[in-house]
């Protein structure tokens, strides 16, 4: 399970929205402790945002508009992380890893809603598209985890994304970047 959002300057009210993700992943290590995991994960992001705005910023006590915005986005992503295993015990280990990921966008939408004085609007778009948001996205990505008995893994995990997958209409910068937040649960084979 994961938390995730869009950190921007200027978008205000935004909120975690919990998602998931599921993968399979290989271990290989160099030594007792250094090693690489890359994986082949499905796993969904956006953001919660809510507030409200000036239905006339020019004039003085115009119509407030409260809105409610959700963002759901599915990814296939590929994290390659280096990592290091420090062993507690025979049957204990912990292991922190840490490199970045590329994501390719498959399937999402977003809903907003809007309360006016004589009724809703509800607009629903598709994520992906040439008014929405571009397919790729990449960055770092860090995690710890707690291995037993070499078999079963739960593990706590962040990724910060660093790439805008706006389009840029009139060269503009939206400055949206991915971020999540996750624990997972895993049994090797």
Same mark, same amino acid.
């Given at each position: 399970?994961?938390?995730?959002?869009?950190v921007? =300057?200027?978008?205000q009210?935004?909120?975690?929205k919990?998602?998931?993700?599921?993968?399979?992943?290989?271990?290989?290590?160099?030594?007792?402790h250094?090693?690489?995991?890359?994986?082949?994960?499905?796993?969904? =992001?956006?953001?919660?945002?809510?507030? +409200?705005? +000036?239905? !006339?910023p020019?004039?003085?006590?115009?119509?407030?508009?409260?809105?409610?915005?959700?963002?759901?986005?599915?990814?296939?992503? *590929?994290?390659?992380?280096? &990592?290091?295993?420090?062993? *507690? +015990?025979? &049957?204990?280990?912990?292991?922190?890893?840490?490199?970045?990921y590329?994501?390719?966008?498959?399937d999402?939408?977003?809903?907003y809603?809007?309360?006016?004085? !004589?009724?809703?609007?509800?607009? @629903?778009?598709?994520?992906?598209?040439?008014?929405? *948001?571009?397919?790729? !996205?990449?960055?770092?990505? &860090?995690? &710890? $985890?707690?291995?037993?008995? @070499?078999?079963?893994?739960?593990?706590?995990?962040?990724?910060?994304? *660093?790439? !805008?997958?706006?389009? @840029?209409?009139?060269?503009?910068?939206?400055?949206l970047?991915?971020? $999540?937040y996750?624990?997972?649960?895993?049994? =090797?084979?």
């Amino acid at each position: 399970m994961n938390f995730s959002r869009v950190v921007n =300057k200027s978008l205000q009210g935004v909120n975690m929205k919990p998602g998931y993700q599921f993968g399979v992943g290989i271990e290989y290590y160099f030594t007792n402790h250094w090693g690489i995991q890359p994986s082949l994960m499905l796993i969904s =992001k956006g953001y919660k945002n809510e507030g +409200s705005y +000036s239905s !006339d910023p020019t004039s003085y006590g115009s119509e407030m508009i409260p809105f409610k915005g959700v963002e759901n986005r599915v990814y296939i992503e *590929l994290p390659v992380m280096l &990592a290091y295993r420090l062993n *507690l +015990s025979g &049957a204990m280990k912990l292991i922190f890893n840490g490199g970045g990921y590329i994501s390719y966008g498959i399937d999402g939408q977003n809903k907003y809603t809007e309360t006016h004085e !004589d009724g809703y609007s509800i607009w @629903h778009n598709v994520t992906f598209s040439r008014i929405g *948001l571009k397919r790729f !996205d990449t960055g770092l990505t &860090a995690g &710890a $985890t707690f291995e037993l008995k @070499h078999r079963y893994t739960i593990g706590l995990f962040g990724e910060w994304g *660093l790439y !805008d997958p706006s389009y @840029h209409q009139f060269k503009k910068t939206y400055g949206l970047k991915n971020q $999540t937040y996750g624990l997972n649960v895993g049994y =090797k084979f």
